[in-house]
């Protein structure tokens, strides 16, 4: 028996279209404004912010992209940051990853304004996030779990693994995981028997960077798989998850593309809503 998809590109329409009808009722002066920061010439970045442009005009958004280039200095760009800061006009501010080597991505990452932090990555942020208070959450993980949500599964109680322990992903699902009793293992490069610490998942979340890492013989019967990854294996786009095996365990898979990747951006849009003070955090309890 196949895998039910989870079919992220409509539940990301979907919270697109709330989110539209929420700013379409706002008066003018109280339409939020996003500013995303982009340095340098890396073309993924470059697509990246033309997307977050393109749901900020569909949403009603105001959109601010300052373009900084690659030669920019770190000081440069700590005065942009700390004059949107300052901007009455900016509710959320993002800086587009990676930087270029000579920036300190972390002290850019905490010179934005938590109140501001539209990625959910400043460090007081993140610590809300683990000590299960109310916050702005990261995208990825956001969407992740919106999209198991849709389910309908009861999560509580329920073996999670991570594969992956990034700053963006791993460590922040495994958190928001645990906001609903789930019993999480985190497992990355140096985990020992990892298939076997896998098939014990009743939910698996495959966020390593490797292409058709995770196959059918790692995944237990019936489980939930979630794909995180976007890797390109000779031109076509290929997740972390070997989606032909895998779909043939697992009860519920997300597929690639067309899984996770939408569900990013409208969480970007959700929390520069919500850091505007039109909506909470969806946080489960």
């Known amino acids: 028996m196949s895998a039910l998809i989870i079919d992220g590109k409509k539940i990301a329409a979907g919270v697109t279209e709330r989110l539209k009808n929420l700013v379409s009722n706002l008066p003018a002066g109280e339409i939020p404004g996003l500013a995303v920061v982009h340095v340098g010439d890396d073309p993924a970045s470059a697509v ?18 300052h373009k900084l280039p690659e030669s920019a200095t770190q000081d440069e760009l700590l005065r942009l940051i700390d004059k949107l800061n300052k901007s009455a006009e900016i509710d959320g501010i993002l800086v587009q990853l990676p930087l270029p080597g000579s920036i300190d991505a972390e002290k850019v990452i905490a010179a934005v304004l938590p109140e501001k932090d539209a990625d959910g990555f400043h460090p007081a942020n993140v610590g809300k996030l683990w000590m299960g208070d109310e916050t702005v959450e990261p995208c990825t993980p956001k969407g992740i ?8 599964v009861d999560m ?12 963006i992903v791993g460590k922040p699902i ?3 995981l645990l906001s609903r009793h789930c019993s999480v293992t985190i497992c990355h490069s140096r985990t020992k028997n990892l298939p076997e610490v896998s098939r014990r998942a009743d939910i698996l979340v495959a966020a390593i960077g490797k292409p058709n890492f995770v196959t059918g013989g790692m995944i237990k019967s019936r489980a939930i798989v979630i794909d995180v990854g976007i890797n390109r294996v000779n031109g076509k786009l290929a997740g972390d998850v070997e989606f032909e095996t895998a779909s043939r365990k697992a009860s519920w898979i997300t597929p690639v593309p ?14 520069t809503i919500q850091l505007a003070g039109l909506i909470h955090s969806e946080r489960g309890e």
């Open 258 to 271: 067309g899984g996770v990747g939408p569900m990013t951006i409208a969480m970007l849009m959700s929390n």
């Open 48 to 65: 990246y912010v033309r997307q977050k442009e393109r749901a900020s005009r569909e949403i009603g958004i105001r959109s601010y992209v």
């Open 156 to 167: 509580s109680g329920m073996e999670a693994v991570v594969i992956g322990r990034s700053n």
């Open 145 to 152: 779990m919106a999209l198991l949500d849709s389910t309908g």
């Open 174 to 176: 495994s958190a928001m």
